[in-house]
């Protein structure tokens, strides 16, 4: 292609305008980054600011008569409402139960609250329904009280779904994102991206063909698993995560902040099957911060550590567990990560969600 | 992955890196064009193994980047009309224009969809014939085949009611004004190996003879890159100044015959501004006059926008490989992926963004 003489570019500099702050709620408030974190920040917490709460963990751990109950609440709005290995009524229940597990609570009651648009059909209602109840069947636990709210046509995307969930803690059991401390292990249940991928497999403009299933599952008998390999002398568990929205990314960099310690990962222990490591490099995404659904991190002591990865190992949904990584002194924070090549890269939290890359 | 874990792996490129230290005996600063490359150089540390004497600046291969603030703000304004559904790749929603962005319009109701491909823009305009769908296209020759490709769909089937917001920048025409700028410290580049693969590597034979400066147009995984540096330097250490082609895997010498009509029977060259660099004569693609009808600079009358950028960031400096995105007084203070400055911080391919995300630690220390 030809070309005329080039003018000299050197002295035109140009530069945006910075935006003013932000008055209006963006999707990226929901995408459990640093827009969802500043969000809690500055409006949530002010407002409700309470000890259990202040602990910032997936569920609140409350005092009753002696007894110590976890409990927590989750709103699904995923679409599509039905995807491969799941739909929106098993997820109601998988999520609740997993936010109670991560605390080591045994869950034991759920609420169910629908707001359905007006027109939604009355058989995707009955599948989502059945779906739900058989989840709660299979994890022991009951949908014990309900709401319905039905919303004007054009007001409701379909179906959404809030559940709040009860457990109760066992004795000695103290987990909490705080409590990681150099020297602890980073242990990983199994491969990462599958819900998210598989969702976004389904995603009007962009189906794909892929046998790639979400993970979505209740992880509390994992959970038990783990937890009966430490003991009361010997509480080796520091702290548990489901990494959901922003994936292992945002859930190890809230740890790593919560607890003012580093967490180094070494890329090539990372467990990601291979479909969906094609189609992120298709896309542009990183995995480390898919959502998945039936995984969780735990932070443990160096000590416990092999026994903790046995018994994960030893449970069908911890089968592809690993050691990914290790806390340490140094960039308290930060989470960082060893590539193949032996040099280190940061391991951010997104600002939103993750946007496919244009070429 | 089969054919792409052989270019990650870690004793090939050690191996290299130890080939490009016995090569390298004198200071030599390197460009790699495409932000891809970028991105890969800073996820993977491909830096921290060359010798000190090997500096990699980063080029203005960045698509987002460069694309000018009025074509930004044109298309938070179409999308604001409530006639209007503007459809774009995912990477353009974040960056900001002069006082607002593209998710914030979507905030604001705009109709603002994400696309992984421009037929999907003229998928939505097929199904929703009462509204006008506008893709905001950009990016470099890489994209731009299936642009015209929408384009051309579009007037096949007599679609009114979809049109294109383009702006279409050219690889050569970059590498020519940074050559003959006074300031410019470059001495070999690494030439995108997308942008060769649908335009082959025959246009930068002129740029190679005009300025006897080597090229090597190069893939995207840590070894390409590496084994990319390595033909640069074995080039300048010998006095040599040829274009070579390391990604032979993907790119041939005339490169994608098809792709290349298409976007000669939709596209026309033009002027055009580069966000951050400023106007560069010929280096751009608009649609041509048979295509007017699907023009949305035509199709809306949006007025000439000019906007005036004030001086806080040095995208321009980083955009032409002058300055470091470190060497930024505002970058990872008033400058995050949050907040940007700039789009060089919002851009998945940007080399701020690349920084800030892989490499603040070594900021930290």
């Known amino acids: ?359 | 992955m089969k054919y792409l874990d052989e270019y990650r792996d870690h004793r090939i490129a050690r191996a290299l890196a130890a080939e490009i230290v016995q090569a390298t005996t004198r200071p030599w600063v390197l460009m790699e064009i495409c932000g891809g490359q970028t991105h890969t150089i800073m996820r993977y540390g491909i830096d921290e193994l060359l010798p000190r004497n090997i500096e990699i600046v980063h080029g203005p291969g960045c698509p987002v980047c460069v694309t000018p603030l009025e074509t930004v703000d044109k298309a938070i304004a179409l999308a604001l009309r409530p006639d209007v559904i503007l459809v774009s790749y995912g990477d353009m929603l974040r960056v900001p224009g002069s006082h607002s962005d593209l998710f914030r319009a979507k905030a604001q109701g705009a109709d603002v969809r994400i696309a992984y491909s421009p037929t999907e823009a003229v998928k939505i305009a097929r199904a929703n014939p009462e509204r006008k769908v506008v893709f905001l296209a950009i990016g470099f020759e890489t994209t731009a085949p299936a642009n015209a490709m929408a384009a051309w769909q579009a007037k096949r089937e007599g679609l009114a009611n979809f049109s294109m917001l383009v702006s279409h920048v050219l690889v050569p025409p970059a590498i020519r004004a940074l050559m003959v700028s006074s300031s410019n410290r470059v001495q070999g580049f690494i030439a995108p190996g997308h942008v060769c693969t649908v335009m082959g590597c025959k246009e930068y034979e002129s740029l190679v003879h005009d300025f006897r400066v080597p090229i090597v147009v190069g893939g995207f995984e840590p070894v390409d890159i590496l084994e990319a540096v390595l033909m640069l330097v074995r080039q300048l250490e010998a006095g040599e100044a040829k274009l070579e082609n390391q990604y032979v895997r993907s790119v041939s010498y005339q490169g994608n015959i098809p792709a290349q009509e298409i976007m000669a029977e939709v596209f026309e060259i033009a002027d055009q501004k580069w966000r951050g660099i400023g106007p560069i004569p010929q280096s751009g693609l608009r649609l041509s006059s048979e295509y007017a009808a699907y023009d949305a600079d035509r199709v809306f009358d949006l007025g000439e926008i000019t906007v005036d950028e004030p001086a806080e960031c040095i995208s321009a400096q980083v955009l032409q490989g002058l300055k470091k995105p470190t060497d930024c007084p505002a970058f990872g203070m008033r400058c995050t992926p949050e907040n940007p400055l700039g789009a060089p911080m919002v851009s998945s391919e940007g080399a701020c963004a690349a920084y800030y995300h892989y490499r603040r630690h070594a900021v930290a220390k």
């Open chain 1, 1 to 359: 292609m030809s070309t005329k003489t080039p003018v000299d570019i050197n002295l035109q500099f140009s530069c945006p305008t910075p935006l003013p702050a932000r008055d209006t709620i963006l999707l990226g408030h929901g995408s459990g980054g640093k827009l969802s974190a500043e969000l809690i920040r500055d409006i949530f917490l002010p407002a409700f600011q309470n000890p259990s709460l202040a602990r910032l963990d997936d569920q609140a751990i409350v005092n009753v008569n002696g007894q110590r109950l976890a409990i927590t609440t989750d709103s699904f709005v995923v679409k599509p409402l039905f995807f491969p290995g799941g739909d929106i009524g098993s997820l109601a229940v998988h999520g609740t139960i997993n936010d109670l597990a991560m605390g080591g609570a045994t869950p034991m009651f759920l609420s169910a609250a629908f707001i359905i648009e007006e027109g939604f059909s009355m058989d995707e209602l009955r599948r989502v329904v059945n779906s739900l109840r058989r989840a709660a069947a299979e994890a022991g636990v009951h949908v014990v009280t309900g709401d319905t709210k039905v919303v004007e046509k054009g007001k409701g995307d379909g179906l959404f779904i809030n559940t709040t969930g009860i457990g109760l803690v066992p004795e000695g059991v103290d987990l909490s994102a705080d409590r990681a401390r150099p020297g602890d292990k980073v242990l990983l249940s199994g491969s990462i991206g599958d819900h998210g991928i598989a969702i976004l497999a389904q995603r009007e403009g962009l189906e794909f063909e892929t046998t790639i299933q979400s993970d979505s599952a209740a992880l509390h008998a994992l959970v038990a698993r783990m937890l009966g390999v430490s003991s009361n002398d010997n509480p080796g568990i520091r702290c548990m995560r489901d990494p959901t929205r922003g994936g292992v990314s945002s859930t190890l960099n809230e740890i790593a902040e919560r607890s003012q310690v580093g967490i180094e990962l070494e890329e090539s222990s990372l467990p990601i099957h291979e479909e969906v490591r094609g189609a992120c490099e298709l896309l542009g995404l990183d995995p480390l911060y898919v959502a998945n659904e039936g995984k969780l991190l735990a932070i443990v002591a160096p000590e416990a550590a092999d026994a903790v990865l046995g018994a994960m190992r030893g449970h069908p949904l911890g089968a592809e567990a690993q050691i990914i990584g290790t806390v340490q002194i140094e960039n308290p924070g930060l989470v960082t990560m060893r590539t193949p090549l032996g040099t280190t890269r940061v391991v951010d939290m997104l600002a939103g969600d993750q946007l496919p890359r244009i070429c």
